[in-house]
């Protein structure tokens, strides 16, 4: 085949290629009606209207372990959330226990079971380094699908934390004391794959305490 | 050399060490390579019979597709290793760069191009961020290469930098953040079926077969195996060792962007952390599927094998609950013995 021909079919192949590939628009038209996203008013909306009313759903984490030892694939079918189709998956759960150690990262917790009294495994309640999807992914309550981006989506996770940090941590903190009952509400996340139950991270949703 | 002469492990030989006779093959195998060409299927073979006994999970039709799915990527990647070890080389950047194709492709799909000076959005369509993925892969692949022959870097170092670079570039990319929400035609990649097959096992079939079709049928499979027998006799026989050695990396650039869609797309997600340990994995692959380290020896199929070995023992692994750092132990054990062999074989020719 002749060169000039040969060349004319592939600047033909690239201009479909390239015609099919990318579009243009003015950026302005892009922006238009769509205004900035407020990441900090969504995640308030979402603690408050979502999250906040659904904490009641939240699977008592003794309940829980029993239940993954029992059918792992059914407990975490019938509770995690998460997105994708990862090992990763993500708890809303509730709990209480004795405080049994506390430091500035974190509040080791030993679960009592509220029937039986039993001793159950420790938790750490997490309270200084609050960060992730953990909340946001438990809940299951946000729809990846109605951010226009990645980055909306994580701001939403990132203010979710903050909100955390900021009010359900502090007066938490610097009132817990070793030997103080507790009662909790938060995410967790755990590994369909590899199933740890013994070292369980907790991100607060809700924390109080009960002076014995 | 002649790419028809049956080596011990069913692989084509250096021709510098194994010349072959009238009929075509290396009288100094003849008559001792039928069990042994077959090793890395029989392996196989008593893998899944061990599993099937000790799982009752393992030979379930949902449990296989999956280990199908799951092997398809490092089909690709090992596809890709077998033709850089073929010459002689190495790239460890293939996992680094898998995670930046597959966050450069969810990026554009999903935020586009801003360009606020032009008042200009550029939006890409799946095929766009898929090309725009794919060159990505291919442009490193082909700065590896262009590193090792204009520099005479070693293939270790050269692809180690790419490995710290990809990486950095992926975190760059994506702020950290995973890159979710990609829609459902790019879902389909790596969740959809084709003719009740799943589609990234027709892709792997695809790049196997592209790849069989390059070792055995053209002349840069010749050269591939000529320069990886004997760098310094293939040059002075003409071939223009730095070329190939170029465009060797550029397939294996793509591939591993081939791997970071297929990642993606499955997961509906990009992760920049995606792909990590991903080169060990294609690696073992290839050296089980009975690709010499030293090159010139090895065969595309045989790393199909090797990366079917390595699934189905990760899988297997998995379902019978062994702690994920058993699971390491025991894999550098199989990639060992798998050496082990490769180097009893080569003494005995």
Redesign the interface.
């Known amino acids: 085949m002749p060169k000039p021909i040969r060349y004319l079919i592939y600047a033909a192949a690239i201009a479909l290629?390239a015609y099919?590939?990318?579009?243009?628009?003015?950026?302005?038209?892009?922006k238009a009606g769509t205004t900035a996203f407020d990441a900090a008013g969504y995640a308030k909306d979402f603690w408050e209207k979502k999250l906040t009313p659904g904490l009641s759903k939240a699977v008592d984490l003794n309940v829980l372990t029993s239940l993954l030892e029992a059918d792992k694939e059914k407990a975490f079918n019938a509770h995690s959330h998460a997105?994708?189709?990862?090992n990763i998956r993500y708890f809303l759960v509730r709990g209480q226990g004795v405080v049994t150690h506390v430091d500035e990262n974190e509040v080791s917790v030993q679960l009592t079971d509220a029937g039986a009294k039993t001793a159950t495994p420790h938790v750490r309640i997490a309270t200084e380094y609050i960060f992730g999807n953990a909340v946001r992914d438990a809940s299951g309550a946000i729809d990846?699908?109605a951010?226009t981006?990645?980055?909306d989506?994580?701001n939403v996770s990132a203010e979710i934390n903050r909100i955390i940090r900021d009010t359900v941590v502090p007066p938490f903190k610097s009132k817990v004391r070793k030997g103080d009952r507790v009662v909790f509400t938060g995410a967790i996340e755990l590994n369909r794959?590899?199933l740890q139950t013994n070292d369980i991270e907790v991100i607060p949703v809700n924390l109080q305490i009960e002076k014995p | 050399m002649s790419q028809n002469i049956p080596s011990i492990a069913g692989e084509k030989p250096a021709g510098d060490r194994l010349p072959p006779t009238a009929d075509g093959r290396s009288v100094a195998l003849q008559g001792r390579f039928s069990i042994a060409r077959f090793q890395s299927l029989i392996a196989l073979f008593l893998l899944c019979l061990a599993l099937s006994i000790l799982s009752d999970k393992f030979l379930t039709v949902s449990n296989l597709w999956n280990v199908m799915r799951q092997i398809s990527v490092n089909i690709c990647i090992s596809v890709g290793m077998t033709l850089i070890v073929l010459t002689a080389g190495i790239d460890l950047s293939v996992g680094s760069v898998l995670a930046l194709c597959g966050a450069i492709t969810?990026g554009l799909l999903?935020?586009g191009i801003?360009?606020?000076t032009?008042?200009?959005?550029?939006?890409?369509?799946v095929?766009?961020a898929i090309?725009?993925g794919g060159l990505t892969g291919s442009a490193l692949g082909a700065f590896n290469g262009w590193a090792i022959t204009r520099f005479s870097v070693p293939p270790f170092v050269a692809t180690l930098a790419m490995l710290t670079v990809a990486r950095g570039l992926t975190m760059l990319w994506t702020?950290g953040?995973?890159?979710?929400?990609l829609g459902e035609t790019f879902q389909f990649i790596g969740t959809g079926w084709f003719l009740a097959i799943p589609l990234p096992v027709w892709i792997s079939i695809v790049v196997v077969a592209l790849a069989v079709f390059l070792t055995d049928k053209t002349r840069i499979g010749r050269y591939i195996y000529a320069i990886g027998g004997n760098e310094n006799a293939s040059r002075l026989s003409g071939i223009n060792v730095n070329k190939v050695k170029i465009i060797v990396y550029t397939i294996a650039g793509a591939l591993a962007a081939v791997g970071g869609i297929m990642v993606t797309s499955?997961?509906?997600?990009a992760q920049p952390n995606a792909g990590i340990s991903y080169e060990l994995d294609s690696i073992a692959a290839v050296v089980i599927g009975g690709t010499s380290l030293s090159g010139g020896r090895g065969s595309i199929l045989g790393t199909v094998q090797g990366a079917m070995i390595i699934g189905v023992l990760n899988n297997g692994l998995?379902l019978l609950n062994v702690?994920?750092f058993w699971q390491q132990v025991v894999k550098g054990l199989v990639i060992l013995l798998a050496v082990i062999i490769d180097k009893a074989n080569s003494k005995n020719e």
Do not use: C, W
């Open positions: 290629l099919n590939s990318v579009y243009f628009k003015k950026l302005d038209e892009v997105l994708g189709i990862g990846i699908n951010f981006n990645s980055m989506f994580n794959g590899h | 969810a999903k935020n801003e360009i606020p032009q008042n200009l959005y550029i939006g890409f369509t095929l766009g090309l725009a702020g953040f995973p890159i979710s929400g499955r997961l509906d997600s998995v702690s994920p």
